[in-house]
């Protein structure tokens, strides 16, 4: 069900425009319909009233023979007429019925030409076979004469009223009025009109949800820019009064997350600083030792602890050290890298994996590589680089020779300070924050690091990034 319904705001709201339109519309065409059938009944009354008097206004000096007479003339299937000795309605009508109202109505108005009784009744339609809408109409028959031998068929298979008017000598007067034709309640002729008019409102509403929903799609966009980068640019605070509220709220936040992680930073480069002063008083004395295996077992631990002092450093400076973003070619970038280990080969040399540009901070972006190569050739011995576009994307895939990573893991190792060999050996081990530096380095340039592992055995890191236009 859920694959059905609208996933989106704007298409929630534009099924609902849709569900309105087409129920307003039902209900106005059962209005109308209800409406006309109610002014056809008027008319109706009006046209039985209208004919009984004709009719006796032109018999009711005529002796019984001539009514007859005249009444034979006048007769056909639609409008039927007789003259005879006995009513054609027999049955009585219930006081409150407005065909009752109608009776009193003909007998007031015809009193004068000596009628005495009237009855009125309902029919249902008789469908005769030599109704006028079964003329067939000819190829050269035009449209007006065509439109009125349909009315004329409608008319003859419509409901009638009939009417039983009794003259002074005795005599009934009985005759039918055909009821207006409903008609369909909505025409073919009038489908294109309803399409066009439901069509600019469906426009109008796509036109209309795309303006009033553009601040939020701006909003999710500006949103996910900062989950990527705390130093992206505020949110606009322009809009309804809805959107500046919240574009505030997400810019307040936005700021305090900011201030939040560059104290932390400061905290944590200004203590790893600090380090390098006793550290480097150490390494002098270190050179007074005499013992040089003393010498060399201490000078192994300094340069570990200078290490990690330099990776914390590292991490802990990236989003507050002031370099600005260039347009940089990825391939010269790689290929220098890869020129620093022995242990690296490319496995295309393309002249489409050359040339391509990307936007990122320079020496930021030399540390992620640098960082996702060495630790192929840490923990997988060889690396074998691939560059290649993918749409708008760079990618670059390293795959080395090594174990792989379990299935669990692939998402955890980018934990800060997640190491999975689990020695104590900085040379094996490492400090865990080499695949973190190279993500947050990548995320801040609008790409991505993932892991995954190769079928053919090894760890496959990929690096994606915005190509430059």
């Given amino acids: 069900m859920r694959r059905i319904l609208p996933q989106t705001l704007p298409a929630w709201v534009l099924l609902i425009v849709i569900a309105g339109l087409l129920i307003s519309q039902i209900a ?14 008027v008319v109706d009354l009006y046209r039985l009233n209208d004919r009984a008097f004709s009719l006796v206004q032109l018999m009711h000096d005529a002796t019984p023979e001539q009514r007859k007479a005249t009444a034979s003339g006048l007769f056909n299937a639609t409008y039927a007429l007789t003259v005879s000795g006995t009513p054609a309605v027999t049955s009585s009508i219930a006081g409150d019925d407005e065909l009752a109202e109608l009776e009193d109505i003909l007998v007031g108005r015809l009193s ?15 469908h005769e ?16 004469e065509r439109d009125l031998l349909v009315l004329a068929a409608d008319f003859a298979q419509s409901d009638k009223l009939t009417a039983s008017l009794r003259f002074a000598d005795g005599q009934w007067l009985n005759f039918t009025e055909p009821n207006t034709p409903a008609g369909p309640i909505l025409s073919f002729d009038s489908l294109p009109l309803y399409a066009l008019i439901a069509g600019l409102v469906v426009a109008s509403s796509i036109w209309s949800l795309r303006r009033l929903t ?4 701006m909003m999710e966009t500006a949103v996910k820019r900062i989950g990527e980068d705390l130093k992206s640019p505020p949110i606009a605070e322009s809009g309804s ?17 900011r201030a939040y992680v560059e104290d932390r930073e400061h905290l944590a480069a200004a203590l790893a600083h600090d380090l390098r002063t006793p550290l480097t008083r150490m390494r002098l004395r270190l050179e007074l030792l005499r013992n040089s295996t003393i010498r060399a077992a201490l000078g192994h631990d300094l340069a570990d602890i200078e290490g990690i002092a330099s990776s914390v450093i590292d991490f802990a400076t990236f989003e507050v050290t002031e370099e600005k973003s260039e347009r940089i070619d990825f391939w010269s970038l790689v290929e220098s890298v890869a020129d620093g280990f022995e242990e690296v080969s490319f496995d295309n040399d393309d002249a489409r994996s050359r040339g391509l540009i990307c936007i990122a901070r320079p020496v930021a972006l030399r540390r992620c590589v640098t960082n996702l190569v060495q630790n192929a050739v840490t923990y997988g011995k060889k690396a074998h680089l691939n560059l290649r576009q993918s749409d708008r994307t760079i990618a670059l895939a390293i795959r080395d020779e090594g174990p ?12 800060s300070f997640v190491r999975l060999e689990q020695s104590r050996n900085r040379q ?9 530096i190279a993500r947050n380095i990548a995320r801040s340039a609008g790409g991505e690091v993932s892991l995954s592992n190769h079928p053919d055995g090894g760890l496959l890191t990929e690096l994606r990034l915005p190509l430059a236009i």
């Fill in 428 to 436: 094996t081990g490492g400090l865990g924050l080499g695949l973190t």
């Fill in 404 to 415: 792989g990573i379990p299935q669990a893991e692939l998402d955890a190792v980018f934990g």
């Fill in 129 to 144: 076979a030599d109704a006028p809408g079964g003329t067939v109409a000819g190829p050269d028959v035009g449209q007006v």
């Fill in 241 to 257: 009064r809805e959107v500046r509220t919240a574009a505030k709220a997400v810019n307040a936040m936005q700021a305090r997350l």
């Fill in 28 to 41: 106005t065409l059962y209005i109308v319909s209800r409406d006309r059938a109610a002014a056809n009944d």
């Fill in 112 to 126: 004068k030409f000596g009628i005495t009784d009237a009855r009125v009744r309902r029919d249902p339609a008789t």
């Fill in 214 to 217: 553009a601040p939020y799609r």
